[in-house]
């Protein structure tokens, strides 16, 4: 079975829950649409279980990708004669903290300087957009959807924030073809439908059901469209 859950959030508890409920096997595939860091305990606990799963494919989440830019910067930075920060890079530290990010920067900073390496090459090399065609149905699939959709737009051409920082339009279908679909996270549900649950409207699956907000975390298994929720 193929699955698709998003914007764990270091709900790393959450998210074994999870995979107990949904008997997750090394026959099965997990799709984590980004958002896999900040304001939730254990981030980087979540992480490495991540990068040790060889069927768990994770996409970027606006997150994700200010963490790693952040963290890419201060450990180039950070040296044993380093006194100060430089302003502009400090100010980022001050937002990505604001944002959530303290626990992913003090967890980080526990690690070994092989572990750092990895995790920033993990998160760096995450894909914007994932693609499955599973039974008669074909999945697109990225942490915000497709912002700013336009018809004809390949999606090669889309912007990062496009993909990863953009807002749900789910009154727009993306696709004339209606075994299309476009699944994301994001923003969560309860902002679009007033709920914590998983969302279908015009083609378009929003997934994020708040986790780590007090609200679900949802999974939708794309072979049956059955949900999950823990």
Not at 142 to 155: D, M, T
Not at 205 to 230: H, R, S
Request: net charge negative.
């Amino acid at each position: 079975m193929t699955y698709v859950m998003s914007d764990l959030h270091g709900e790393y508890r959450k998210y074994i829950q999870m995979l107990e409920t949904i008997n997750f096997s090394d026959e099965d595939t997990l799709f984590v649409l980004g958002d896999i860091v900040d304001r939730g305990d254990e981030p980087v606990r979540l992480l490495k279980d991540l990068m040790g799963r060889h069927n768990v494919f994770v996409t970027m989440g606006n997150h994700d990708y200010f963490a790693c830019d952040v963290l890419s910067q201060l450990m180039e930075e950070i040296t044993d004669d380093t006194t100060a920060l430089a302003p502009e890079l400090m100010n980022q530290v001050l937002d990505w903290v604001q944002d959530g990010g303290l626990n992913t920067m003090l967890q980080f900073r526990e690690l070994s300087g092989e572990e750092r390496n990895d995790i920033i090459s993990f998160i760096s090399s995450l894909p914007m957009v994932e693609i499955a065609e599973i039974n008669d149905r074909c999945f697109v699939m990225s942490h915000a959807g497709l912002g700013n959709f336009q018809k004809g737009k390949k999606l090669r051409d889309y912007s990062v924030f496009e993909l990863i920082g953009a807002r749900p339009e789910p009154d727009i279908r993306c696709f004339d073809d209606e075994t299309v679909f476009v699944v994301c996270g994001h923003t969560p549900t309860v902002n679009i439908c007033g709920e914590n649950r998983i969302y279908q409207k015009n083609g378009n699956i929003y997934i994020d059901c708040g986790a780590v907000f007090g609200g679900k975390l949802g999974c939708l298994c794309l072979d049956t469209m059955e949900e999950f929720y823990v």
